[in-house]
């Protein structure tokens, strides 16, 4: 655990990009079962004589039941529920080159602008540019390098990652840069355009994840021109090695043979849910517990603590588990219903979303939790 001791550090503003796309679980199941329903046909015989698993068919209620998901949002959405695609279907936008300019730059310079509004600041005043996401759309250049030229902003920037816990790990990396006195106002962006990632054609996966970007102005807070800014009292990191969690896109997938390596679901995402809320939730809660004993804080000196958004069932068993009772909308609000899983974008769009109510001296933590393992946790202080 860190404490801020040489100098006071808040977040003095936040931005939230949300995709164009809305695609309701009617909308998923469907186009899921219009691909199974015609797999299945094609493939009759093979299935008939036992060479082949039938595609099972896919319900709104399983939907809404294993996840608490209603809704998300994406980039590409008609594609993915086209039957015949099922995959995200990029469309570049015009640029000098033949990348196009990122489907993530888009979203990034949406979701940082309103967070350079709140603070009251703009681009030049900025020193420190981080890009901490789960996805990135590509490896170089930097996708932070590109954000800081768009914005023009000064000093450096640079792209990290750590799973679902990018942001909360994206913003101790920027309070260490405050700290060390290499910068004094830090934008993190936490960009997770990662419905490509997914396999569309598993019916256990294929309505978990939703596009998102997040921002905050991280900034010593003797600088801030923010009226609302949250003082971070300390925060505490935690990694532990999982294949549970995984996606496998990488230069591997270049030295693979076959013209199907694309279609692979090695590549995309995937995971071993059960043993994921079996050894996960307990490490978060003892986690969080942990932390608040640390800086001699109960559980009742929370207002609110904002969770990552990965399933409803996870949420509420921590939630149930450190609170001692059924967690609500005010002690642990809950945005996945209609953003799905964004990844490390979840838990910052819980705190964009559900801040504006607090009062000077109120606390709450921030905590991410996901693929690493990792769990990043921010004891934060509205001032």
Known sequence: ????????????????????????????????????????????????????????????????????????YMMEGEAVIDPALLRARLSKEADDDIYGEPVSLKMSLGAAREAMEQANISGEDIDLVIFSSSVWERIVPSIACEIQNKLGTKGFAYDMAMGCSSAT????????????GMASRVLVITCEYITPLMNHRDRDSHFIFGDAAVAMIVEDESISQAPNPFRVISRKLFTDFSKNI????????MAEEGDDVMENPDWRFSQSGRTVFRELIPAVINHVKTHL???????????????????????????????????????????????????????????????????PGEVGVICSFGAGYSIGSLLVKRI
């Open 169 to 180: 790990f994206g913003m101790s990396a920027a309070m260490d840069a405050i700290i060390s």
């Open 246 to 253: 995984r996606a496998g896109f990488g230069t591997r997938m």
């Open 1 to 72: 655990m860190t404490k801020n001791i040489e100098k006071n550090i808040a977040i003095t503003g936040t931005g939230l990009f949300v995709p164009p796309c809305a695609i309701s679980n009617e909308q998923l199941v469907n186009s899921y079962n219009g691909y199974a329903e015609q797999f299945n046909a094609d493939n009759a015989e093979a299935i008939e004589n036992g060479d082949l698993e039938a595609m099972e068919m896919s319900d709104v209620a399983f939907v809404e039941k294993a996840s608490g998901i209603k809704n998300r």
């Open 293 to 359: 004993s640390d800086e001699e804080l109960e559980v009742s000196d929370l207002r609110r603590m904002w969770l990552h958004q990965a399933n409803i069932h996870m949420n509420q068993m921590a939630g149930r588990k450190l609170l001692g009772e059924e967690p609500t909308m005010d002690t642990s609000p809950v945005i996945l219903d209609e953003f799905a899983n964004t990844a490390g974008a979840g838990v910052i769009i819980a705190f964009h979303k559900h801040r504006a109510d607090f009062k």
